[in-house]
C-alpha cells in the first residue's frame, strides 16, 4: 500500500516552454501533497505544500507564477514549470501524506535544452 | 530555521558490517522519518518513529528516536551489497501533516 506515481519519469523539453508534471495517490486519499526539488548529491528541498481544493503554500524563494501547482482531487496534484529555462533541469519529487507518514514518487527528471 | 546535521556524509564498508548513522538537531521534533534513495529513485519510507525513546526495527534496520526528542540514529545490521544508497533522516516538528525537515544524506557503499 501507500504507492505514489508520477508522470513522466523524464521529459526533455526546450526552452521557454511548460511542462507539466502528475502526481498521484494510487491506493489511497492525501488531502495534502508535497513538491521537492533535488539537485545532484543534494538533500530533498520543498518546494510548495499542496492541499486539496485550496491554494498551494510555496517555500521562501519559490516563485508561485513559474510553478503552478494545482490539487484539483485527493489523489492528483500536479506541477506546471512555466516558461522553463536550462537552470530549472532537476530531479522533482513529489510526495503524499498518509496520516503521520509522506510517501514518495519515483521522481521526474527535467532536462530544459 | 530547523535544521538537522546528518553524519556521518559517506561510509564505505565491508559487507556483513553493521552500519550506524545519526541525525541531530537544536530543536525539537515530534515524528522522525528514516528514508532510503537509490539512484534516479524517489525516498523510501524505512522506519517511522513518534515517541521519543521509541526503538523500532524493519527487519536487519533499526532506528530509534532519541529520548531528548532532539536526535535519532538508524544503525543496519549484517549489511549486504544492495543496501546501498543514500540514507535521510527527516524530521517534524509541527502537526501530522506539517512539513519534514531533510538531513542531508549519508551514503552508504558496501564492498562485497
Known amino acids: 500500500g501507500a504507492v505514489v506515481s508520477q508522470h513522466p519519469s523524464w521529459v526533455i523539453c526546450k526552452s521557454g516552454t511548460s511542462v507539466k508534471i502528475e502526481c498521484r495517490s494510487l491506493?489511497?486519499?492525501?488531502?495534502?501533497m508535497f513538491w521537492y526539488r533535488q539537485f545532484p548529491k543534494q538533500s530533498l528541498m520543498l518546494m510548495a505544500t499542496s492541499n486539496e481544493g485550496s491554494k498551494a503554500t510555496y517555500e521562501q524563494g519559490v516563485e508561485k507564477d513559474k510553478f503552478l501547482i494545482n490539487h484539483a482531487s485527493l489523489t492528483l496534484s500536479t506541477l506546471t514549470v512555466t516558461s522553463a529555462h536550462p537552470e530549472d533541469s532537476s530531479f522533482y519529487i513529489c510526495s503524499a501524506g498518509l496520516s503521520s507518514e509522506q510517501y514518495f514518487g519515483p521522481g521526474t527528471r527535467l532536462t530544459v535544452t | 530555521g530547523q535544521q538537522l546535521n546528518q553524519s556521518p556524509q559517506s561510509m564505505f564498508i565491508q559487507e556483513g558490517e553493521d552500519v550506524s548513522m545519526n541525525c541531530t538537531s537544536s530543536?525539537?521534533?515530534?515524528?522522525w522519518l528514516w528514508y532510503k534513495q537509490e539512484p534516479g529513485e524517489g525516498p523510501v519510507l524505512l522506519i517511522a518513529?513518534?515517541?521519543?525513546?521509541e526503538l523500532t526495527s524493519n527487519g536487519r534496520l533499526t532506528a530509534q528516536f532519541g529520548i531528548t526528542r532532539k536526535d535519532s540514529f538508524l544503525n543496519i545490521s549484517a549489511s549486504i551489497p544492495s543496501d546501498v544508497g543514500i540514507y535521510f533522516c527527516a524530521g517534524r516538528y509541527g502537526g501530522s501533516q506539517g512539513n519534514l525537515i531533510f538531513g542531508k544524506g549519508t551514503k552508504l557503499s558496501v564492498k562485497p
Open positions: 518513529l513518534y515517541k521519543a525513546g
Open positions: 530543536s525539537i521534533f515530534n515524528t
Open positions: 491506493d489511497f486519499q492525501a488531502t495534502t
